[in-house]
């Protein structure tokens, strides 16, 4: 029964690495080879989300195509820079650093 529950777990953090770098993929980072933990990879992954967000808002209100709208992430508006590493989360954790 444990060697059955053992699999079981061992698939399921198969699955959950397995999506994490897949994840990882989709985030630009500066170097583009840097390896990100588990925590960059979800606090960088949502900065991007926020960042790509508001440019798409600010596409949409330089077309008029969109009613002014408050920005949906903690990322300023504009957004710094192209990448979630120029644009950081809401709440970093002390000792740790983005390139």
Known sequence: ???????????????????????????????????????????????????????????QQAEGTAAAQPSPGPCPQPCPGPSPTSCPGPSPQPGTTTP
């Open 1 to 59: 029964r444990r060697a059955a529950a053992n699999a079981r777990e061992r698939d399921r953090t198969h699955s959950v690495n397995a999506a994490f770098g897949a994840l990882r993929r989709l985030i630009p980072t500066r170097p583009a080879d840097r390896r990100l933990s588990k925590v960059e990879t979800l606090r960088l992954a949502s900065s991007y989300i926020s960042h790509l967000a508001n440019v798409l808002l600010q596409r």
